[in-house]
């Protein structure tokens, strides 16, 4: 990275620890450190949700994707929609009826403090490992793609995202997050202008479209109700609704966002926004991708996008490597030939024999990489191998223009900490009131915790750091960590739709649940192949079941 | 926006904002943006 790219980078961290370190001075009080004094506006609570929700893997992710796999990835978010609907007619106004700090302490108030404590518990230890993944995803790409070493992107980004939450607690990870926002938006919109800007000459964002349409990157629904299948319309409207309302209705970190906002009212226009703009975004974000994949449609890409991995598995079997790249860089011409000819003939009669042309050299050309993916997974040992994530930051780094490039490394950086700031204020909130003060100092005074409050999101920090660490040399701790998120949060909904819904759920019901919820999950997914998004579904009912029935037998 | 007096019932009431049809235009717009897509999509793929 030029000069120039690394002082907007190094301005941006500099700026978020200032902007915390100016806003620590105002905090005085629990309310002020963990709900702001419930003073938020809908639009910066509603910024926040949204940037909470998209780590920085999504965002890397979401745009590799669509540079492999096309747009089928948007059908995920058409529950969320109404899942927003339904949080703001039940949990928005209970929550802030309630006036609880934490979800967990509203399941006290309607069960019983061992519910309370052993949802919270859950919560803390799922999300305590997950941060760290969320940390270690996105640094072992920049690791790579910038050149530093795993632990320093690791401790960049966990360690400036402690210190100012740490500092000024929920106001300042709110008001960053705008901010950070911002800049996502920003650098994704000016990527997306430079890209159709800098399409050869004879080439329009139509053709762009074309093209990327014929190679089936643009096929955006799909109606076949398959269980197996991971994103379908089905599974995205059903499915991902439960997961939706879990990770919104129940998850600390995105209902604290809604509870600092100054009313129910503003809290629930907070979560209408992302039911009005999520879709319209994941689509910005996967058109990303699309004209990443466009762009290297007619210029030479690398053959494989992780350049550490592709190196050493060319050190071990050199001759193999030339031999693929040799051919690699054959199918690539032989597209980029065929891709051109079909943008020319598109509206003539050989127009139909062109675009077959094409679809075929494409195909070839996947077939390369395919083989390319394949060598690399077999020589390194590495079976999980994939270069998805490395996609869009690569084209950053070698494609952008100065100071976009920084640009848009800010960004990742930016969704990276937008991610782990809101975790790790949740995890500090959660651990403050549902155990701290409910438990260990029961009279606690104002000042002991807000102390306890920084002090744990400190350890938390530290925690997060740490298990990232672990996560970057241990593919399977990250599956480990995502696989138990998924068994937890459709139980959790099941409980909270026992408290909201089920007059006669008991405190009994609720616990042992919640408990059936968890085992049903880890017996579906061991036995059965069905798609995660699915977990949530079976977590819900078996919950809801379970805790009816206990409910009245008892 | 009203304020949490007006509202905390969670249902709409008289004089304050009608929620109802805020929701119904999220679903509306939801359904809209979804039609958009597949025709973007069948348009584009052919």
């Given at each position: 990275m030029h000069l120039v790219d690394w002082s907007i980078v190094i301005a941006y961290l500099a700026y978020v620890i200032w902007h915390g370190l100016k806003l620590s001075r105002g905090t005085t009080d629990t309310e002020g450190f963990f709900l702001?004094?419930?003073?938020?506006?809908?639009?910066?609570v509603g910024l926040s949700v949204m940037a909470t929700q998209m780590s920085a893997i999504t965002l890397i992710g979401t745009t590799g994707q669509a540079y492999e796999d096309g747009m089928r990835f948007i059908q995920f978010y058409f529950g969320l929609p109404l899942a927003m609907i339904i949080l703001c007619v039940t949990a928005v106004p209970l929550f802030y009826r309630a006036r609880v700090f934490t979800a967990y302490e509203y399941l006290e108030q309607r069960f019983d403090v061992k519910t309370r404590t052993l949802t919270s518990f859950f919560f803390l230890l799922s999300r305590g490992l997950g941060v760290g993944v969320i940390i270690a995803a996105p640094a072992v790409v920049l690791s790579i793609v910038l050149g530093w070493d795993e632990l320093v992107t690791i401790f960049v980004i966990g360690l400036s995202t402690t210190l100012y939450t740490m500092l000024g607690g929920v106001q300042s990870v709110t008001w960053t997050d705008v901010k950070q926002m911002a800049i996502i938006l920003v650098g994704l919109s000016l990527c997306v202008f430079v890209i159709i800007t800098n399409l050869p000459a004879g080439v329009s964002f139509n053709d762009a479209m074309n093209v990327a349409g014929a190679a089936g990157k643009l096929e955006t629904i799909d109606f076949s109700f398959d269980l197996n299948e991971r994103y379908t319309f089905w599974s995205g409207t059903i499915a991902a609704l439960f997961l939706f309302l879990s990770y919104f209705g129940c998850d600390q970190s995105q209902v604290q966002r809604y509870l600092t906002a100054r009313s129910v009212d503003e809290g629930r226009v907070s979560l209408l926004m992302s039911a009005f703009l999520k879709i319209p975004m994941q689509f910005l974000f996967l058109l990303v991708g699309i004209l990443v994949f466009v762009f290297y449609l007619f210029s030479t890409p690398p053959m494989i996008f992780n350049e550490v991995d592709v190196t050493r598995?060319?050190?071990?079997?050199?001759?193999?490597?030339?031999?693929?790249?040799?051919?690699?860089?054959?199918?690539?011409?032989?597209?980029?030939?065929?891709?051109?000819?079909?943008?020319?003939?598109q509206n003539t009669a050989e127009g139909i024999t062109a675009r077959a042309d094409y679809i075929a050299a494409n195909e070839a050309y996947q077939d390369k990489r395919r083989e390319a993916?394949?060598?690399?997974?077999?020589?390194?040992?590495?079976?999980?191998?994939?270069?998805?994530n490395y996609v869009f930051p690569v084209f950053v780094?070698?494609?952008?223009?100065?100071?976009?490039?920084?640009?848009?490394?800010?960004?990742?950086?930016?969704?990276?900490?937008?991610?782990?700031?809101?975790?790790?204020?949740?995890?500090a909130t959660a651990s403050t009131m549902d155990f701290y003060r409910r438990h260990i100092n029961v009279n606690s005074s104002e000042k002991e915790m807000l102390r306890f409050g920084r002090l744990s999101t400190l350890a938390w920090g530290v925690f997060a750091c740490i298990i990232a660490t672990f996560a970057t040399n241990?593919?399977?701790?990250?599956?480990?960590?995502?696989?138990?998120?998924?068994?937890?949060?459709?139980?959790?909904?099941?409980?909270?739709?026992?408290?909201?819904?089920?007059?006669?759920?008991?405190?009994?019901?609720?616990?042992?649940?919640?408990?059936?919820?968890?085992?049903?999950?880890?017996?579906?997914?061991?036995?059965?192949?069905?798609?995660?998004?699915?977990?949530?579904?079976?977590g819900c009912l078996v919950t809801v079941a379970a805790g009816y029935l206990i409910s009245i037998v008892r | 926006m009203g304020e949490e007096s007006k509202n905390s019932s969670g249902k709409p009431q008289s004089g304050s904002i009608g929620w109802g049809r805020i929701y119904i235009s999220v679903l509306i717009f939801t359904v809209i943006v979804i039609v958009l897509l597949y025709f973007f999509s069948q348009y584009y793929s052919g």
């Open positions: 702001a004094g419930r003073s938020l506006p809908w639009w910066a598995a060319a050190a071990v079997q050199p001759l193999e490597h030339e031999r693929l790249q040799g051919e690699f860089a054959d199918a690539h011409q032989l597209r980029h030939l065929a891709a051109l000819r079909f943008i020319e003939q993916t394949e060598f690399v997974r077999q020589t390194n040992g590495d079976s999980s191998f994939s270069d998805v780094i070698e494609n952008m223009p100065l100071g976009l490039v920084g640009l848009i490394v800010a960004a990742i950086l930016a969704a990276a900490m937008s991610s782990v700031a809101a975790e790790l204020n949740a995890l241990l593919g399977s701790l990250i599956e480990v960590v995502n696989t138990f998120g998924s068994f937890f949060y459709g139980s959790l909904l099941g409980v909270f739709v026992l408290a909201f819904a089920v007059p006669r759920a008991k405190s009994a019901g609720a616990f042992y649940g919640l408990l059936f919820g968890i085992v049903s999950v880890w017996i579906a997914s061991s036995t059965t192949d069905i798609a995660f998004l699915w977990f949530n579904v079976v | -």
